[in-house]
């Protein structure tokens, strides 16, 4: 099967990542904004509201998510049944779609994103632009991950481009959700992203890019996961 990537390039879209609810643009909405089965029960319900005053055509896919290079790598999947797959809400409506795992548990955490699409279509007479949402879908590893998340940092500047790689890597069982990103140097704060900066999946190894600020030896990186705050000093080697 065709590897697909960056699957909200050109679009209208918000990628969902947390917990609760979400709607884009008033109209098409989803719920609950994260997912996650174990080994005890691997079905999960995934709610579709219709919060706009006419109907919506919606489409949902699957995909196994991995941290490749900076981006979010999204293949098709058969590892999750999931039903139905298209179909139309009425205005103020919900539809439900079933979730249930199709392979046990595994060493590690596997990730997948929900891919939510309202079809474009005519509204008050003309063409509706298509609105997209991403929905993480978390299977557990068979045996759970006790402790602090923990990563093993690395940062690498580019001489010719002025810019840091910095990575991320994660030897654990079970994804660290990275918010409120920065780093420092020579009493200098910057930050990355405040908000989410992104996930490092179970196992592997997430990456950003930034331009570099002054000339440290290295940084002291902090962030904010789903089990507490990150800190850590890391040299800045130099490509």
């Known amino acids: 099967m065709a590897r697909r990537r960056d699957v909200v390039a050109g679009l209208t879209a918000l990628a969902v990542c947390g917990g609760g609810r979400a709607w884009a643009g008033g109209r098409l909405g989803v719920a609950p904004t994260l997912l996650e089965m174990d080994g005890r029960d691997g079905n999960r319900l995934l709610y579709v509201n219709n919060g706009g005053d006419g109907p919506l055509t919606v489409q949902v896919r699957l995909f196994a998510w991995r941290n490749v290079d900076e981006r979010e790598d999204l293949t098709p999947t058969d590892e999750i049944a999931f039903s139905p797959g298209q179909f139309t809400v009425q205005s103020g409506g919900r539809q439900v779609v079933r979730l249930a795992a199709r392979t046990p548990p595994g060493e590690r955490e596997r990730a997948y ?20 949402m991403m929905v993480p879908l978390f299977v557990a590893a068979a045996a759970p991950e006790r402790g602090e998340p923990r990563l093993d940092w690395s940062a690498t500047l580019d001489r010719a481009s002025g ?18 990103l920065a780093w420092e140097a020579d009493g200098r704060r910057t930050v990355i992203a405040a908000g989410l900066a992104g996930y490092a999946l179970a196992g592997e190894t997430w990456l950003c ?9 290295s940084l002291r990186i902090s962030a904010r996961t789903e089990r507490g705050a990150i800190n850590a000093d890391v040299p800045l080697a130099v490509a």
Do not use: K, S, W, Y
Request: aromatic share 2%; glycine share 10%; no cysteine.
């Open 113 to 132: 994103r929900i891919v939510v699409d309202q079809l474009p279509g005519l509204e008050r007479g003309g063409v509706e632009m298509p609105v997209r």
């Open 163 to 180: 810019e840091v790689t910095l990575a991320a890597a994660n030897p654990g069982r079970r994804r660290v959700r990275l918010a409120e």
């Open 209 to 217: 890019r930034f331009p570099m600020i002054g000339d440290p030896a």
